[in-house]
């Protein structure tokens, strides 16, 4: 039953695109990178073709990059996994172009989206932004999976690790895949983790992408993917001439019986290991990114750091309760712009230490003009007031004529004897 769903997921998505040439796969694709023998060894044990479709799941907080191929019965199997050598960003979606945030969600890959001559050695454009980014106001471009280990919000590997994962994409358009799919996951999305997660802004995000993830994980082929009413929704059908509005109401669906019962018996599951996981206590949590504002913060951050003005070295950081941090260093990217940004920068600190110095220099001038005009100061002995020296007179005067008289009576006493 499960590989008759598998089967008819596929066909819908082979259906999705036509017309990939051989001439035009051959445009994009290395000749001389091939897959390892182990690796094809693997491949036909695990009942696969070296040709046969592929598609790739990514988990940010494991850091994993994993291929999954499909085997003669129509379901996939993982064949390879890569830990990622550097993503950028936080936990949750990206934003906004310059966010530095690397995407989640579920994402398309085709031929022309294979860069051979790559400055990250080789890289493929995961399809940001996709319908549902789109329709929910999200911006940004040239996201991809590449080489190089060096991120700005792409997925990087080693040169190594690419050139294996190029080799999984172009083996399966030669084989005839016309698309293969993209699914980008915050972490794997168990009981256990959804669990820990369950208090985060972007649980409701996440909760929705958790519906496809857990489509594959009952049927192990790739969900199809519809956008309608700013939602992902996953293997549901219209009617003949119906089409999805990604903005609009969703149309009246429908979905293979066989899937919902499969489906209905993996949520009983998890919700039991859900309600068991959520009486433990949350801890180990991975930073989330806090919304469009932090974006639009670290998205202006972006912008003036590519114009060369000086910006910390890291970009800053919002918590979900709008507290900002950011390191104390500055510094500025090494580019021309950057060099050219420095450079005038120098200039007009040299000019401005030139006009102090000039400023200074012609005070100091204009000081010593202002004291060779100032006529010289000569001492002068102050000459005592007329009337001072008058009263010290009079008040000298008493003084003599008492000292006199005092003399003249004792000289009368002394002659008569009294």
Request: some cysteine.
């Amino acid at each position: 039953m499960i590989a008759n769903i598998a089967r008819a997921g596929l066909l819908v998505a082979a259906l999705g695109v036509a017309g990939c040439s051989e001439s035009s796969i051959n445009d994009f694709a290395p000749k001389n990178k091939g897959l390892p023998q182990k690796i094809l060894s693997e491949m036909k044990t695990k009942g696969m073709t070296r040709s046969s479709p592929v598609m790739a799941r990514i988990f940010k907080e494991e850091g994993k990059l994993e291929i999954w191929k499909q085997k003669t019965n129509g379901r996939y199997d993982i064949i390879a996994s890569y830990d990622i050598c550097k993503w950028s960003g936080k936990l949750g979606p990206k934003y906004t172009e310059g966010d530095r945030q690397a995407p989640e969600g579920f994402y398309t890959v085709r031929p022309a989206q294979m860069n051979p001559n790559s400055s990250y050695h080789l890289s493929f454009n995961i399809g940001y932004p996709n319908t549902y980014d789109r329709a929910n106001g999200r911006t940004g471009s040239n996201l991809m999976v590449h080489g190089a280990c060096s991120s700005q919000g792409c997925y990087s590997m080693t040169n190594e690790q690419i050139e294996e994962i190029y080799a999984f994409g172009r083996d399966a358009f030669q084989g005839g895949q016309t698309e293969f799919q993209v699914q980008a996951f915050p972490f794997r999305m168990t009981a256990a983790n959804m669990a820990r997660y369950r208090n985060d802004p972007n649980y409701p995000f996440w909760t929705m992408l958790k519906e496809g993830y857990d489509h594959f994980e009952v049927a192990k082929a790739p969900p199809k993917v519809d956008v309608c009413e700013k939602r992902y929704v996953f293997n549901r059908y219209a009617e003949a001439g119906v089409s999805f509005n990604p903005t609009g109401a969703c149309p009246a669906t429908t979905q293979p019986q066989g899937l919902q019962t499969a489906y209905q018996a993996y949520q009983s599951k998890y919700d039991a290991a859900f309600a068991s996981a959520s009486r433990g206590k949350a801890a180990d949590l991975r930073p989330s990114i806090a919304g469009t504002s932090e974006a639009n913060l670290v998205s202006d951050w972006t912008k003036r750091r590519a114009r060369g003005e000086r910006v910390t070295i890291e970009p800053p950081s919002m918590a979900h309760d709008g507290t900002v941090t950011q390191t104390g260093r500055m510094g500025r990217i090494d580019s021309p712009e950057g060099r050219r940004m420095a450079a005038l920068e120098a200039e007009q600190a040299t000019k401005k230490k030139a006009a102090e110095q000039k400023a200074a220099a012609d005070a100091a001038a204009k000081a010593a003009k202002a004291a060779a005009q100032q006529p010289p100061v000569v001492a002068t002995v102050p000459t005592p007031s007329p009337i001072v020296e008058t009263q010290a007179t009079q008040a000298a005067a008493p003084a003599v004529e008492e000292g006199t008289s005092e003399k003249l009576k004792k000289k009368l006493l002394g002659l008569f004897g009294s």
